[in-house]
């Protein structure tokens, strides 16, 4: 900032006061520009950052759907399967019969998930660039908790998703179907209730993480889950 001196001499009290007037204005204007272009610059960035989340969350949340409609479409064919095999077993019949009804089926006999991958780019740029910081702090606080909800979910289905299926002696009992052999229906009923333990709770757990993302956007998220 350049402060022009002035060029006659101060005669009085009165002139003085006058151009010491002038400078502490022309410093406060100038502060004032600078505050208010800095401001500016601020809200600009955290309307690009606001747009960016609110598209990677859109997308993320019309993926958990079709993760959701898909699944419902997978276990289907499991759950018949599980229902085909507690009813032979509660009606007393011969483990012979159940073996059959269980080869008709043995297609079924498979843990098939749809599970989405969740994008965070656009979270993460925000936060390194520090424009999520200018963001509303009550649509922030939603967006942070959005994708800490995102985090917990992936590292639940990474870590913990499977942690109930035994997975060899699933093996076992494929390998003995694959080959027409008998096997045995109450461990063969235990291996189903796994699978679709595992699965449930993986819908269960997208459907949570769907109502917090509609939470977190709000009007945007076009109403409530289609299925």
Do not use: C
Request: proline share 4%; glycine share 4%; aromatic share 6%.
């Amino acid at each position: 900032m350049h402060i022009e001196p002035p060029n006659a001499r101060l005669g009085s009290t009165r002139d003085f006061a006058k151009h010491y007037l002038m400078i502490v204005l022309s410093i406060l204007t100038a502060l004032g520009l600078e505050a208010w272009i800095e401001h500016a610059h601020h809200a600009r960035a955290a309307e690009e950052a606001n747009q960016h989340i609110r598209t990677e969350l859109l997308a993320n949340l019309a993926d958990i759907r079709k993760s959701i409609k898909s699944n419902e479409r997978l276990m289907a064919p499991l759950q018949h399967l599980d229902a085909t095999v507690a009813a032979d077993i509660h009606g007393n019949l011969p483990a012979a019969t159940i073996n059959q009804h269980i080869q008709a089926q043995k297609s079924a006999f498979t843990l098939s998930i749809n599970w989405p991958t969740f994008a965070s780019q656009s979270w993460d740029v925000a936060v390194a660039n520090q424009s999520a910081s200018w963001i509303d702090d009550a649509q922030l606080r939603r967006y942070s908790q959005a994708y800490a909800d995102l985090r917990e979910t992936s590292d639940w289905f990474t870590h913990d998703g499977v942690i109930l299926l035994d997975v060899p002696a699933m093996e076992r009992l494929h390998t003995r179907i694959d080959f027409d052999a008998s096997v045995d229906p109450l461990e063969f009923a235990g291996s189903v209730r796994q699978m679709l333990h595992t699965s449930t709770e993986a819908q269960s757990h997208l459907q949570q993480l769907e109502n917090h993302l509609l939470d977190a956007l709000g009007n945007d998220a076009g109403g409530g889950a289609p299925h």
